[in-house]
């Protein structure tokens, strides 16, 4: 949800995670993130979830996984080079034009954060 993460939807999105199985996560985030402190808690005791912070190992972490949740951002453009499916969701207006553009070419978008509608979404996928 972008470095900063400042809707706080990580940990939002940690929750709807977790009632699906075998799933594996690699939050990525920086060390600007105001809740971090609040997300590195959350993660303390799921094993399932990695925490990177200030990664410089987001295209091997990229490459490595099965799908994306992001904010509409220049990470979309990482996201189709290593073509890899992905919802994205605005989190912000200065997202709304890659927003607009990425729904116009029919991506995944949620605008804005629903956990049912993530849910459901994720049904789809998983």
Known sequence: ??????????????????NFDNIKVNLVTTSSNKNLKKLQKYCTDKKWIKLHINSQQIAKLI?????GIITPSVTANELYFLNK?????????NQKFMTKYLKNKNYNILKPFNKIKLKKQLCKIL
Request: cysteine-free; glycine content about 6%; overall charge positive.
């Open 63 to 67: 490459k490595k996984s099965d799908y």
């Open 1 to 18: 949800m972008g470095g900063t993460d400042t809707s706080n939807t990580n940990i939002n999105i940690l929750k709807v995670l977790k």
């Open 85 to 93: 499916p992905f919802l994205a969701i605005q989190t912000a207006s």
